[in-house]
């Protein structure tokens, strides 16, 4: 009772932000049965479906024309490129990407995990670790816990449909919306072309400016005119409000959609992204689906390298974990993830809402559509629904978005362990990574203030820093691009160790200045274009 209480207090003050995540966590009485049995016994969904108004499988929409769902797998022809006029090629190059789960080379990180675990902490603590029955708890939990991702990590597969419900899933409205803020025309033209020759088409695409200082006349005209026929291709511009509103905008003014996908402005989608991600919807069960991301510009410089490296590793390892795990995936890509209308349209006042302590929050989109896509059923990880961003190409730009990232994710952490039920896989992530983050910072303190007693302790610390990372990068594996040779593959997962470091000397210290800066809301990049397609590859495709 005391807890209800609680709920009830909390959604009182939060009304004008996640008011609506307690109204979903606590729904009407009829459905207190189910609800009872969901915070009690973990994560399970399996009467998730009944909370859901799903689209009409087996209707064919009126769209003014009859849709053969053939004509899904057959990409548009464009135009001659004479017609533009302008330096924009208006076809790209775009890599196809392929995932293979590879099920047996899960044995390799399992027996390096294992083995080294028991050899450095041996190593690190000498006879004093088997003699404390506490630490023994805690490390046995904790190489428990890393044990289970790892094997749950290597048992998924991309979701596969019927026949059947592949025909019903092309009878689907597919809604994509493209928010739009100072991003390089040529990009947002390379994202936009890459929607259209999808193997299955969306229904319809809506590019958002949010008020950019750049020109896109050109992308627009031309896509206006040569958008395939039978997709509904619109533009907005609306004054500069933030990502979220931009969403919105599509989100409240498309009353067809059944399925809303959300991308990037920098994000070209895979031939066969939009096919994929939309099949794991075949499940009624599940309200959303990530897709795999690596990054277009993979191969810039080191920097690219680095941290795509860690980008796809973290996914394959952590997400694609998550999602096996019964459907708990905690983070949605912004550059390609896909939901189920009714949730979206069920959310947004309390989306545009959002507030912290009394603080409007703009940041953390993606995760924030997440957490309450994991309140209403399953978020789930597709590998073979692929996407590639633009990563950032300066120190400069990767640091100020990962300190928008930390400043999002100490929110989302709070949201978290508030409403995603206790013991689920979710929950149970979240708290052993804050277990890991605060024993690696104490780790760090303690190794210098003790020292020479540590020495060991240093040395074990040192060699699991090479050896994790390795130990991840196998994973990497599964994923192959047609413009990735075996060389360029091999050089950013030898950077990963640097990657690691980079990570503890860094990036964790800004985590810090993110958590004791959160309530600043400001989005820190894109004040200007980033990352721009430089002319000589322009030049390229237009030769091509």
């Known amino acids: 009772m005391e807890q209800d209480a609680f709920r009830q207090s909390f959604a009182v003050q939060q009304r004008a932000g996640l008011g609506a995540l307690a109204e979903m966590s606590s729904p009407p009485a009829r459905f207190e049965d189910e609800l009872a049995a969901l915070l009690a016994g973990g994560h399970d969904h399996e009467r998730s479906h009944r909370f859901l108004h799903l689209g009409p499988l087996d209707l064919v929409r009126d769209d003014g024309g009859f849709r053969d769902s053939d004509s899904y797998r057959n990409p548009p022809v464009f135009p001659p490129r004479e017609i533009g006029h302008g330096p924009l090629a208006h076809e790209y190059d775009i890599p196809d990407v392929t995932f293979r789960p590879l099920r047996a080379l899960a044995v390799v990180p399992l027996l390096m995990v294992t083995a080294g675990s028991l050899l450095l902490h041996g190593a690190a603590f000498g006879g004093r670790l088997s003699t404390n029955p506490w630490m023994v708890a805690v490390w046995g939990t904790a190489v428990t816990f890393v044990l289970v991702q790892i094997f749950l990590a ?257 929110i989302r952490t709070f949201w978290r362990l508030r409403y995603l039920p206790i013991l689920s896989y979710g929950w149970l992530y979240v708290v052993y990574t804050l277990w890991a983050f605060f024993t690696s910072v104490a780790i760090t303190l303690v190794i210098p203030l003790a020292w020479p007693a540590t020495r060991n302790l240093a040395l074990a610390s040192g060699v699991a820093l090479i050896a994790w990372p390795c130990a991840m990068a196998i994973r990497i594996v599964t994923v192959r691009r047609s413009d990735q040779r075996w060389f360029s593959k091999l050089a950013g997962v030898l950077l990963l160790p640097a990657a690691a470091l980079w990570y503890l000397i860094v990036l964790r210290q800004i985590r810090f200045y993110g958590i004791a800066t959160c309530g600043r809301q400001h989005w820190v990049t894109r004040d200007k274009v980033e990352v721009k397609i430089r002319e000589d590859q322009i030049t390229r495709e237009l030769a091509a």
């Open 154 to 410: 290597w048992q998924q597969k991309p979701f596969t449909v019927t026949k059947r419900q592949l025909a019903q899933l092309d009878r689907l409205w597919v809604t994509v919306n493209i928010p739009v803020y100072n991003e390089d025309p040529a990009i947002l033209d390379r994202t936009i072309y890459a929607l259209f020759r999808q193997t299955r088409l969306p229904d319809h695409v809506q590019v958002v400016d949010d008020g950019s200082g750049q020109d896109y006349r050109e992308v627009r005209e031309w896509w206006e005119t040569y958008h395939p026929p039978g997709v509904r291709f619109s533009w907005v511009r609306q004054h500069n409000c933030g990502k979220k509103h931009a969403q919105a905008a599509t989100f409240n003014s498309d009353r067809d959609a059944d399925v809303f996908v959300t991308i990037d402005s920098d994000s070209a989608l895979d031939c066969c992204a939009l096919d994929e991600g939309l099949k794991p919807l075949a499940d009624p069960r599940i309200v959303s689906v990530a897709g795999l991301e690596t990054a277009f510009n993979y191969d810039t410089n080191l920097l690219t390298r680095a941290i795509s490296a860690r980008s796809i590793a973290f996914q394959l390892f952590a997400m694609s974990a998550q999602s096996k795990a019964r459907g708990n995936v905690l983070i949605n890509p912004g550059a390609f993830s896909l939901y189920r209308a009714d949730l979206i349209r069920e959310i947004v006042p309390a989306y545009l809402g959002e507030t912290f302590f009394g603080c409007p929050v703009t940041l953390g989109d993606d995760t924030a559509l997440t957490m309450f896509a994991l309140c209403k059923g399953r978020a789930v990880h597709q590998p073979s629904a692929v996407s590639l961003p633009v990563y950032p190409e300066t120190v400069s730009h990767h640091l100020r978005q990962w300190t928008r990232w930390m400043r999002a994710s100490t």
